[in-house]
């Protein structure tokens, strides 16, 4: 390699590849100056050290202050400058294929099938290579090698092979960017997609709004005759779409989520953030969905709880809980402080605590007092001799 030809090189790196002139200086003369230390032994207080200048591209050895004169190192020098050269520019274009895509996370980009690979797709992109694992594929879709194939950018990460490009397929921002694509509405800003739940390659829900009051949001998602949406579903391989119109009214919002199914009425929990559904007989099945799909679904677009009833199973549910609420009324009656049905509350100068005290000490009735001795009432924290002779004549008269 000419020495004019190593600088036309390197500035030819440097405008297409976007690499810093002196950063391949500076690896060229830190690489001939290795390979140079293989063939020359030195003082081992001496490092060889490499000069490239860079206006007449002439690269000199130095051992210390002293220059190293060899009939082997312009050969050296040339092997190894052409080997750095070939490496930064794989190098360069790596980070070329690694920034291209990295701005595209987020994006749907399109391929063509390669090869299948412990079931993650293999995806040619021209210029570098894609994969979709397994996990980010639909169960429902099947793909041939050659068939064009488009996807979610989910992340592009450097590997020392190159850089690894993360695609999708199931993820909910897939179909969002394929609305956007399809609705110029979406695209534009007047129409907003607040929301999407996603059964991958069965069902999705998508709540959207209108910022316009004159464009319909869901008239725009589904297009003339249902074009727009018809050409997201075909993408999708035949998964069923739910455009949904979102409502800051809660109620209203979780109605729409619950589409098709109508509903007849909804009690809310806000600080659970639960919602009990009632819904005619006839309507059951199809609020619920098959598998607990649909109201599945709703639940996850509103952010919400959803809890779907018929009016017979709400009024079973209600007889039930108002007898549990009897019970526990009842239970917690017959374990309170039994004072009032003993008597004990009767006698002047004795408040609930020191009922809860006697029953404790196994004085649960007037007659119990009236029997006991003094010494036996002042055991109990509290009750002195005066107090206890007392209480004891009260319930003496009391029981009389």
């Known amino acids: 390699m000419e020495n004019s030809e190593l600088l036309g090189i390197l500035e030819q790196l440097e405008r297409d590849k976007g690499i810093d002139k002196h950063i391949l200086v500076e690896a060229v003369e830190a690489a001939v100056a290795s390979a140079a230390k293989k063939l020359w032994t030195v003082d081992k207080n001496e490092d060889i050290k490499v000069v490239l200048d860079i206006k007449t591209g002439k690269l000199t050895a130095f051992a210390g202050k002293e220059e190293i004169r060899s009939s082997e190192f312009g050969r050296i020098a040339a ?8 490496q930064k520019i794989r190098e360069a274009e790596k980070d070329v294929v690694f920034n291209e895509y990295q701005k595209k996370i987020g994006q749907i980009i399109s391929g063509n099938v390669y090869r299948f690979e ?10 570098t290579e894609a994969y979709v694992p397994k996990k980010e594929q639909s169960h429902k879709e099947e793909f041939r090698q050659g068939d064009r194939i488009r996807a979610y950018v989910l992340d592009v990460s450097r590997e020392t092979k190159g850089p690894q490009i993360v695609l999708s397929r199931a993820h909910p921002s897939f179909v969002k960017r394929l609305f956007e694509l399809e609705v110029p509405e979406i695209f534009e800003g007047i129409v907003e997609i607040k929301a999407i739940a996603r059964d991958v390659g069965e069902r999705t829900k998508i709540a959207v709004c209108s910022k316009d009051d004159k464009v319909d949001c869901v008239g725009a998602c589904v297009g003339m005759r249902g074009s727009r949406v018809k050409n ?5 391989q035949g998964e069923k779409i739910d455009i949904v119109r979102y409502s800051s009214d809660i109620k209203e919002y979780i109605q729409q989520s619950l589409s098709p199914a109508e509903i007849s009425q909804i009690q809310l929990a806000y600080d659970e953030k639960k919602a009990n559904v009632i819904v005619a007989e006839d309507q059951l099945s199809l609020a619920i969905g098959r598998h607990g799909q649909n109201v599945r679904l709703a639940g996850e677009l509103v952010g919400w709880e959803l809890n779907i009833f018929s009016f017979d199973q709400w009024k079973k549910l209600q007889e039930e809980s108002e007898a549990e609420e009897k019970e526990s009324e009842e239970k917690q009656k017959a374990q309170e402080p039994t004072g009032k049905q003993s008597g004990l509350n009767e006698l002047e100068g004795v408040g609930k605590k020191l009922v809860g005290e006697l029953e404790k000490a196994g004085f649960k009735t007037l007659k119990d007092i009236a029997q006991a001795a003094i010494e036996d009432l002042t055991q109990i924290k509290g009750l002195g001799k005066i107090k206890a002779k007392k209480i004891i004549g009260q319930a003496k008269s009391l029981v009389k």
């Not at 092997?79 to 070939?86: F, G, H, L, S, Y």
């Not at 412990?118 to 210029?127: A, M, T």
């Open 232 to 236: 997201i579903v075909q993408e999708l």
């Open 79 to 86: 092997q190894t400058a052409k080997q750095v050269v070939i």
């Open 118 to 127: 412990r079931g993650n797709i293999i995806i040619d992109l021209g210029k």
